[in-house]
Each structure stands twice: as structure tokens, then as C-alpha cells.
């Protein structure tokens, strides 16, 4: 079983910087590939990034290519989603999540695991 939690979430102005956290619980973590999703109020919720289970690969949404980093540390079973640059449209609540279903996952139902996710607000 592995549990996923969320934080660093807050309001920040339109160019700020925020950097979410996924503290990961379970032995699995450090073997497994780690995404971040967004879900905004009436969307459905969409891919923002992933990275696989060193580190050493990480894939972008082109919305946010450029602007967002995602990093993780195994010591720490956290993974991390630096956002630079943040636009209004940003806004969502952002989710991590991992697979244990597919490799190189970008779809929703292709992650079998979900923290519960924390608001990002960028106000104009």
C-alpha cells in the first residue's frame, strides 16, 4: 500500500514561485515512477509531469514546459513540483500520484495511486 501526501500549496501572485511536496509512505516508492496532475473547478483533471524512478528522466505537459520542474529524493520518499513563472491558469488543485500499472504513464487511469491534493491560486 502506499499512501501520497501533498503540501506547499498556497495563493501567490501571477510570475511568483511555489514548490509542492509528495511525501510518499510504502516500499515501493523509490521504484516507481511519480506524477503530478491538475484539476481546475469544472475541467477534468490533466497531466502536468512525470519522472521516473531514479530521477534521472522527467517528462512535461507542453502547458508548462519550462516553467515547471519536477525532482524527487528516494532518501526522502518525497518528490517534488517547482513552479516558476505561475500564470492564472495555473489554478488548480494539484495532485501527485504513482503507477505501478505502465512505465511511462501520462493518463489518469493509468496512475493507481493518489494523494488527496493541495489548492494552487495565482491571482492576476
Known amino acids: 500500500q502506499v499512501q501520497l501526501v501533498e503540501s506547499g500549496g498556497g495563493l501567490v501572485q501571477a510570475g511568483g514561485s511555489l514548490r509542492l511536496s509528495c511525501a510518499a509512505s510504502g516500499r515501493i516508492f523509490s521504484s516507481t515512477v511519480m506524477g503530478w496532475f491538475r484539476q481546475a473547478p469544472g475541467k477534468e483533471r490533466e497531466f502536468v509531469g512525470r519522472?521516473?524512478?531514479?530521477?534521472?528522466?522527467?517528462y512535461y505537459a507542453d502547458s508548462v514546459k519550462g516553467r515547471f520542474t519536477i525532482s524527487r529524493d528516494n532518501a526522502k520518499n518525497t518528490v517534488y513540483l517547482q513552479m516558476n513563472n505561475l500564470k492564472p491558469e495555473d489554478t488548480a488543485v494539484y495532485y501527485c500520484?504513482?503507477?505501478?500499472?505502465?512505465?511511462?504513464?501520462?493518463?489518469?487511469?493509468?496512475?493507481?495511486?493518489w494523494g488527496q491534493g493541495t489548492q494552487v491560486t495565482v491571482s492576476s
Open positions: 519522472i521516473n524512478w531514479s530521477g534521472a528522466s522527467t
Open positions: 500520484a504513482t503507477s505501478t500499472l505502465v512505465s511511462l504513464p501520462v493518463r489518469v487511469y493509468e496512475y493507481n495511486y
